[in-house]
């Protein structure tokens, strides 16, 4: 007879808007183990499974912390309240943990108290308007399957009993009927029970124990500070509607997303596990992919199944089309679900995609050992050349209907590259090779069509590396000391390290504005590079590794996604956080063609 072995929720604090899926292990008839599903359309020797959640809701209301979602709230900060900033927002639970949050809390009431005195009302800012999760709203940039839970967890609300009984002053609401539940904002300060039992296929009646879980409290998902979109011609932040009504510019985002099969808790243990789990971390990513509201998207370490069963399909609903380019080869597990590569969405609405090239560094790798190196040594180049990486360049046509360039009546290309040059620190060579075969590949493009050039990734390389000097200025010095790591010899010539593109880093243009009130941006830069400060934290490293670059001579940074800085992820905190779910921040540029000038 079937049986149930063992019930357990991969976490137990349950989050608005995640997926709660059960582990069940059950023994089949036969003997054997499995976590197969045993549905009522499909039984097992007449037996299937039956699945309820429930809500069980006290006679006490429980505000939870906004600092710490898994503690609840003793205290409330009344001028969030008078200056009507989202509830979720002014609950603390210690007295400590406000003192301690108060720099980036301070924050949320000078831009209320700013939006007030500007507008009348309250601004809406990139990402800002989604803030709104925890104060009995349900997050509207989610996946379907959390915006419509009555759906998804099993069958219409009002087809279950309104409480099923009740015990020392609480009541326990059924809101589920199948295996997975995905809590609303209804359910924040709630414990949640899932019941697992067998029954009988012809007589519908339980068989054996109800296996029970209790969850802890439910959480609103965590929502870090706005990140507005700033202009670069000295007019100020920019409003998102009449930024996406504009014509003559569109909008690009590069995010390395943090790979789930990189994101363990061995090397961010730092991040609380519910924070790290995927199931959280791909919604909270999602809400904020979706809320830049980008018209071009370019994701790093997207994994294969990621790409096809989550990000492809969501973004689709968002009126995104998807290409997707996986490395090479399996880099940390045999299985091939979890190679992640580069992922490259835009707004159908906005292109037409034209044609795709794929750049697979392994094989000029072999090009390059076939061509240059002496039979002795092919094995080892390879060893030391082989990193799996790869490239996704991608040629896009602007609609006519919504033209994002000057000329409407000619056909306007735009080429956007995305790239993740994921290379050890130690083997400076082969990352200024990668790094020199993609710009080589790019200006093969270039030279056969006038087309507006974007590349996009994470190069993992510091603002003044020997990669960043050949993106940003066509060459590097021959005197650089990354230079001097070469034995294979594959960077000689020194003098073939040169393009012709006329490549600029987005996010110099702040660098470049002289107007008032763009100091604050520019403390975000380092001083000698125009680069930001950092696009990667964690506790073992704090710097620049993303950039998008444009071609000068055909376009134009209109305006630019605000950097992050230290008081807005918090002191002592490292990315990934239970705000931000992945270890990069993302960037994010507006564009605008101009006519073609003179290539360097």
């Not at 104060?135 to 279950?160: D, F, H, K, P, V």
């Not at 597990?333 to 490259?344: H, K, L, P, V, Y």
């Not at 998008?548 to 055909?554: E, P």
């Amino acid at each position: 007879m079937l049986s149930v072995v063992r019930v357990h929720l991969p976490s137990e604090i349950p989050i608005v808007g995640c997926e709660l899926t059960p582990y069940v292990l059950l023994r089949r008839p036969d003997k054997t183990i499995s976590t197969d599903d045993v549905s009522e359309i499909a039984p097992l020797d007449g037996h299937f499974l039956r699945y309820k959640w429930y809500r069980v809701q006290s006679d006490k209301k429980v505000a939870v912390c906004s600092i710490h979602p898994s503690e609840q709230a003793t205290l409330q900060c009344l001028g969030c309240v008078k200056a009507k900033i989202p509830l979720s927002k002014s609950y603390h639970c210690t007295t400590k943990c406000f003192s301690d949050a108060w720099q980036h809390h301070r924050v949320l009431h000078d831009r209320a108290a700013s939006a007030l005195n500007e507008n009348g009302n309250e601004e809406e800012e990139v990402f800002g308007r989604f803030n709104s999760t925890g104060s009995g709203t349900i997050n509207s940039s989610l996946s379907a399957s959390a915006s419509s839970a009555s759906l998804t967890n099993g069958s219409a609300t009002n087809l279950y009993p309104a409480a099923i009984t009740q015990r020392s002053g609480e009541t326990w609401f059924e809101v589920g009927r199948s295996k997975t539940y995905t809590p609303t904002a209804d359910d924040v300060g709630h414990v949640l029970k899932f019941e697992c039992v067998v029954v009988d296929a012809e007589t519908k009646l339980p068989l054996g124990p109800v296996n029970t879980i209790l969850t802890s409290r439910v959480i609103p998902a965590p929502s870090p500070i706005p990140r507005r979109q700033i202009r670069v011609d000295g007019v100020g932040h920019l409003d998102v509607d009449a930024r996406m009504t504009t014509s003559g510019t569109f909008t690009v985002l590069s995010y390395n997303i943090l790979s789930e099969a990189y994101a363990s808790s061995d090397l961010y243990n730092y991040c609380p596990s519910w924070a790290l789990s995927w199931p959280y971390r791909r919604q909270n990513l999602l809400r904020e992919i979706v809320g830049y509201r980008a018209d071009i998207i370019c994701l790093q370490e997207v994994q294969s199944d990621h790409y096809d069963e989550f990000f492809s399909p969501e973004l689709d609903k968002h009126g995104y089309y998807g290409l997707y380019k996986r490395k090479t080869n399996e880099v940390y597990s045999s299985n091939t679900n979890t190679i992640d590569g580069c992922a490259t969405f835009f707004r159908r609405d906005r292109f037409s995609h034209v044609k795709k090239y794929e750049v697979e560094f392994n094989k000029a790798a072999q090009s390059l050992t076939e061509a240059t190196i002496p039979t002795t040594q092919k094995k080892s180049a390879l060893n030391r050349l082989v990193k799996d990486n790869v490239a996704l360049i991608v040629v896009l046509e602007a609609k006519v209907n919504n033209q994002p360039f000057d000329n409407p009546g000619k056909r306007q290309l735009l080429c956007v590259a995305n790239t993740h040059v994921n290379v050890p620190q130690d083997l400076k060579d082969v990352k200024i090779w990668q790094v020199h075969t993609l710009l080589k590949g790019l200006e093969k493009i270039a030279a056969s069509a006038d087309i507006p050039m974007l590349v996009c990734g994470d190069f993992n390389s510091v603002p003044g590396s020997a990669p960043h000097a050949l993106l940003a200025m066509g060459k590097v010095d021959p005197s650089h000391p990354d230079l001097a790591v070469d034995p294979l010899n594959i960077l000689r010539p020194h003098s073939k390290l040169v393009h012709q593109l006329p490549l600029v880093s987005a996010y110099s243009s702040f660098a470049r504005t002289v107007s008032l009130g763009y100091d604050q941006h520019k403390r975000r830069l380092d001083s000698g590079t125009n680069e930001p400060l950092f696009t990667n934290v964690t506790r073992d490293f704090i710097g620049t590794l993303d950039y998008i670059f444009y071609t000068a001579d055909s376009l134009v940074v209109e305006s630019l996604l605000e950097l992050l800085d230290e008081e807005s992820l918090r002191k002592d905190t490292a990315l990934p956080s239970p705000e931000w779910s992945s270890d990069h921040i993302a960037l994010l540029a507006e564009f605008r063609c101009c006519k073609n000038k003179s290539r360097r």
